[in-house]
Nanobody
Framework: VQLQASGGGLVQAGGSLSLSCAALGSTFENYPPGIMAWYRQAPGKERELVAN???????SYAESVKGRFTISRSNARNTVSLQMNSLKPDDTAVYYC????????????WGRGTQVTVSS
């Protein structure tokens, strides 16, 4: 199984970036994630939840990104995306995709992470 993330990069403050993550493999196809999420970890800080979306498309966001970031999901393709607008230097971090399933077979898989850098 693999979480393949793409997107990220360098952008000026106020700009936009988009991240995508595909959950690849038969486990995901046969037993889709209950929750897909984006986390981020800035240098010297703990990893924090940015946004998550469940199979029914219910969504939650960290307060710091509400109104600026939009998470979406395709259940058919097992993909999750994060559209990030009005980016701030504080958004600079490595962003990680996560796929979580609480029912059998349980799993908690992470992607490798993609760097997002916002310059002031």
């Amino acid at each position: 199984v693999q979480l393949q993330a793409s997107g990220g990069g360098l952008v000026q403050a106020g700009g936009s970036l988009s991240l995508s993550c595909a959950a690849l493999g038969s486990t995901f196809e046969n037993y889709p994630p209950g929750i897909m999420a984006w986390y981020r970890q800035a240098p010297g800080k703990e990893r924090e939840l940015v946004a998550n979306i469940d199979y029914s498309k219910r969504i939650s966001y960290a307060e710091s990104v509400k109104g600026r970031f939009t998470i979406s999901r395709s259940n058919a393709r097992n993909t999750v995306s994060l559209q990030m607008n009005s980016l701030k230097p504080d958004d600079t971090a490595v962003y990680y995709c996560n796929a979580l399933r609480a029912n059998w077979p349980e799993y908690d898989h992470w992607g490798r992470g993609t760097q997002v850098t916002v310059s002031s």
